[in-house]
Protein backbone atom coordinates (compact mmCIF):
# COMPACT_ATOMS: atom_id res chain seq x y z
CA UNK A 1 0.00 0.00 0.00
CA UNK A 2 1.22 3.48 -0.88
CA UNK A 3 1.67 5.82 1.78
CA UNK A 4 3.10 9.37 2.47
CA UNK A 5 3.13 10.87 6.14
CA UNK A 6 4.26 14.19 6.52
CA UNK A 7 5.42 15.63 9.75
CA UNK A 8 7.43 18.85 11.41
CA UNK A 9 5.20 21.93 10.32
CA UNK A 10 4.15 24.43 13.20
CA UNK A 11 4.18 27.85 13.51
CA UNK A 12 7.46 30.02 12.77
CA UNK A 13 7.77 33.77 12.82
CA UNK A 14 8.97 35.51 9.78
CA UNK A 15 12.54 34.28 9.04
CA UNK A 16 12.61 31.53 11.03
CA UNK A 17 13.33 27.86 9.92
CA UNK A 18 11.49 24.34 9.74
CA UNK A 19 12.40 21.08 8.92
CA UNK A 20 10.00 19.01 7.50
CA UNK A 21 9.90 15.55 7.31
CA UNK A 22 8.35 12.51 5.03
CA UNK A 23 8.26 8.97 5.32
CA UNK A 24 6.83 7.21 1.96
CA UNK A 25 6.57 3.64 1.24
CA UNK A 26 9.46 2.01 0.26
CA UNK A 27 8.23 0.23 -3.27
CA UNK A 28 7.47 4.21 -4.27
CA UNK A 29 10.57 5.53 -2.87
CA UNK A 30 13.58 3.49 -4.69
CA UNK A 31 11.71 4.03 -7.93
CA UNK A 32 10.43 7.47 -8.28
CA UNK A 33 11.61 11.06 -7.68
CA UNK A 34 10.38 12.39 -4.70
CA UNK A 35 8.53 16.05 -4.27
CA UNK A 36 7.28 18.57 -1.50
CA UNK A 37 3.91 19.99 -3.07
CA UNK A 38 2.42 22.90 -0.72
CA UNK A 39 -1.68 24.32 -1.14
CA UNK A 40 -2.51 27.50 0.57
CA UNK A 41 -6.08 28.60 1.00
CA UNK A 42 -8.01 29.20 -2.17
CA UNK A 43 -4.69 28.18 -4.46
CA UNK A 44 -4.28 24.80 -6.57
CA UNK A 45 -1.28 22.33 -5.29
CA UNK A 46 2.18 23.50 -6.34
CA UNK A 47 5.34 21.75 -6.68
CA UNK A 48 7.81 23.51 -4.56
CA UNK A 49 11.19 21.20 -4.79
CA UNK A 50 11.93 17.74 -6.12
CA UNK A 51 14.66 15.17 -6.14
CA UNK A 52 15.60 12.52 -8.01
CA UNK A 53 16.58 9.04 -6.85
CA UNK A 54 19.84 9.94 -7.81
CA UNK A 55 20.02 13.02 -5.46
CA UNK A 56 19.25 16.13 -8.44
CA UNK A 57 17.12 18.63 -7.01
CA UNK A 58 15.02 21.56 -8.78
CA UNK A 59 12.87 24.16 -7.17
CA UNK A 60 10.53 26.81 -7.83
CA UNK A 61 11.60 30.17 -8.49
CA UNK A 62 10.00 31.64 -5.14
CA UNK A 63 11.98 29.03 -2.77
CA UNK A 64 15.21 29.19 -4.35
CA UNK A 65 18.23 29.75 -1.90
CA UNK A 66 15.97 28.92 0.88
CA UNK A 67 14.39 25.41 0.98
CA UNK A 68 16.40 22.61 0.43
CA UNK A 69 15.11 19.35 -0.54
CA UNK A 70 17.09 15.94 0.65
CA UNK A 71 16.29 12.13 0.65
CA UNK A 72 17.95 9.33 2.67
CA UNK A 73 17.05 6.40 0.64
CA UNK A 74 18.11 3.96 3.58
CA UNK A 75 14.74 5.16 5.83
CA UNK A 76 12.65 5.88 2.69
CA UNK A 77 12.15 9.46 4.23
CA UNK A 78 12.42 13.10 2.12
CA UNK A 79 12.79 15.95 3.86
CA UNK A 80 12.44 19.83 3.23
CA UNK A 81 14.63 22.22 4.89
CA UNK A 82 13.13 25.71 5.21
CA UNK A 83 15.06 28.84 6.01
CA UNK A 84 14.10 32.70 5.90
CA UNK A 85 10.11 31.65 6.10
CA UNK A 86 8.13 34.06 4.95
CA UNK A 87 4.13 34.75 5.57
CA UNK A 88 3.52 33.66 1.53
CA UNK A 89 5.12 30.28 2.44
CA UNK A 90 2.27 29.38 4.70
CA UNK A 91 0.49 26.50 3.33
CA UNK A 92 -0.29 22.89 4.16
CA UNK A 93 2.74 20.63 2.66
CA UNK A 94 2.55 17.54 1.31
CA UNK A 95 4.98 14.73 -0.29
CA UNK A 96 4.16 12.62 -3.24
CA UNK A 97 6.27 10.91 -6.22
CA UNK A 98 7.53 13.38 -8.81
CA UNK A 99 6.59 11.21 -12.16
CA UNK A 100 7.74 12.89 -15.01
CA UNK A 101 5.47 13.95 -17.09
CA UNK A 102 2.77 12.48 -15.24
CA UNK A 103 3.49 14.44 -11.94
CA UNK A 104 2.04 13.37 -8.23
CA UNK A 105 -0.31 9.74 -8.09
CA UNK A 106 -3.60 11.77 -7.21
CA UNK A 107 -5.02 9.21 -5.21
CA UNK A 108 -1.85 8.80 -2.45
CA UNK A 109 -2.36 12.29 -0.92
CA UNK A 110 -1.04 11.94 2.71
CA UNK A 111 -2.49 14.28 5.33
CA UNK A 112 0.23 17.39 5.11
CA UNK A 113 1.61 19.10 7.80
CA UNK A 114 0.47 22.69 8.46
CA UNK A 115 3.65 25.61 7.85
CA UNK A 116 1.88 28.84 9.09
CA UNK A 117 4.31 31.95 9.00
CA UNK A 118 3.37 35.11 10.98
CA UNK A 119 4.61 37.36 13.66
Known amino acids: QVQFVESGGGLVQPGGSLRLSCAASRSIFSIYAMGWYRQAPGQQRELVAS???????DYVDSVKGRFTISRDNAKNTVYLEMNSLKPEDTAVYYCNANRKPLGPFPTYWGQGTQVTVSS
Open 51 to 57: ITSGGST
